[in-house]
T-cell receptor
């Protein structure tokens, strides 16, 4: 059973607008989350993370929001740029070593 | 130069052949991981290693083995490749902040 879910396989957004990528998790014990971006023919690269002691973390155009009661996190990209077109994975860090990844959302930013 | 490198980047092999995928890192991290990615699925953990003498199975280790030759090197072997091991394979390291750094991936096709 998928413990970290990204229910939208793809998303298209106009350049300059906001992109919102969503992620749900099933285990309320998860307390640290990460977002990765992946371009074709490259490995995932770390984008931003959030601990459960926070409900928001911001880094430039990227903001991650965490709603613990809903077991939901989202990544906001404002403004979206064509170079943001990639596959985005959310992940939960569990215990001392394990990362549980979602299936990814392919974002396409239209110029 | 890339911090995490993988060789080969692409490999086509036949059922029953032995294959080794290699990973090297210059980040100085103790923790290293091997994942596979299949279409429609997130990254799944094959093996992980906390240091040269500490190697552990992940969720899908059957049919795979690993060797941690040095802090910087972590190899994945398929002793007798089968077609359902066709996938994209990623090596990763992680730091004390639990951020993972991925290699560029190896695309393996088993005919």
């Amino acid at each position: 059973d998928q413990q970290v879910k990204q229910n939208s396989p793809s998303l298209s957004v106009q350049e300059g607008r906001i992109s919102i990528l969503n992620c749900d998790y099933t285990n309320s014990m998860f307390d640290y989350f990460l977002w990765y971006k992946k371009y074709p023919a490259e490995g995932p690269t770390f984008l931003i993370s959030i601990s459960s002691i926070k409900d928001k973390n911001e880094d430039g155009r990227f903001t991650v929001f965490l709603n613990k009661s809903a077991k939901h996190l989202s990544l906001h990209i404002v403004p979206s740029q064509p170079g943001d077109s990639a596959v985005y994975f959310c992940a939960a860090f569990v215990g001392t070593y394990k990362y549980i990844f979602g299936t990814g959302t392919r974002l396409k930013v239209l110029a | 130069d890339a911090d995490v490198t993988q060789t080969p980047r692409n490999r086509i092999t036949k059922t029953g052949k032995r294959i080794m995928l290699e990973c090297s890192q210059t980040k100085g991290h103790d923790r290293m991981y091997w994942y596979r990615q299949d279409p429609g699925l997130g990254l799944r953990l094959i093996y992980y290693s906390f240091d040269v003498k500490d190697i552990n199975k992940g969720e899908i280790s059957d049919g795979y083995s690993v060797s941690r030759q040095a802090q910087a090197k972590f190899s994945l072997s398929l002793e007798s490749a089968i077609p359902n091991q066709t996938a994209l394979y990623f090596c990763a390291t992680s730091d004390s902040a639990n951020t993972q750094y991925f290699g560029p991936g190896t695309r393996l096709t088993v005919l």
